[in-house]
């Protein structure tokens, strides 16, 4: 929901600093994959119980995430680069929920299950409407320039970070917030499928 108005905000700093990497030849690949090993290594130090440790990978990881773009929209945007971005950006934030399940299955074990499947609702209308927006040369830059069709929706990434670090700074609630937050993913696919809806069904009754 708030992605398309803070990437005006930050986009000209990361812009600044991709062109600064790229030109000392720091590929985009290299920190999207990079920012991937070093955001698991924050998820698998939440499974240890290092919040605090967890949470400044994760920091650091998300940075990276923000870079990437920046340096491929630099240098050069690829097929391979896109695919890299999204599917390690979805298994990460997978990783989150199940570190939390494994320290404290307990207490953790049921929210975490909710809020996966709430990811995976959310990230399945996400990915399809790209596709289907692919095959009707669709194309949006709500959310800067993507390598596939960027859908809008009620929660996206900048919340969903905002929810892992409330985990992190806030693990005795990890239940009541995943739970939430839970809710806004689930929220969110039913507007993805209701806007789907209306724009595809346009192409039947043509």
């Not at 400044?56 to 971005?85: E, H, N, Q, W």
Request: overall charge negative.
């Amino acid at each position: 929901m708030f992605d398309a108005r803070i990437r005006p905000l930050i986009d000209p700093t990361l812009n600044a600093a991709g062109e600064w990497l790229a030109e000392r030849d720091v590929t985009a690949d290299f920190v999207t994959i990079s920012g991937f090993v070093i955001g698991m290594a924050g998820a698998l130090a939440i499974a240890f119980g290092d919040y605090s440790f967890g949470l400044a990978l994760i920091v650091i990881s998300r940075l990276a995430d923000g870079l990437d773009g920046a340096i491929a929209r630099a240098s050069k945007k690829t097929d391979l680069g896109g695919f890299l971005d999204v599917s390690l950006d979805f298994i990460f934030y997978g990783a989150v929920p199940l570190a939390f399940a494994i320290h404290d299955p307990a207490q953790n074990a049921l929210p975490a299950a909710v809020l996966l499947m709430s990811f995976f609702a959310n990230g399945t209308t996400f990915l399809t409407f790209a596709i289907m927006a692919e095959r009707r040369k669709l194309d949006t830059t709500k959310q800067g320039e993507k390598s596939l069709y960027y859908m809008s929706g009620l929660v996206e990434g900048f919340e969903t970070i905002i929810a892992i670090i409330a985990f992190c700074l806030f693990p005795m609630y990890f239940p009541e917030i995943a739970y939430t937050y839970s809710a806004l993913c689930y929220a969110s696919a039913a507007g993805r499928v209701l806007l789907a809806w209306n724009i595809l069904s346009k192409e039947q009754e043509k």
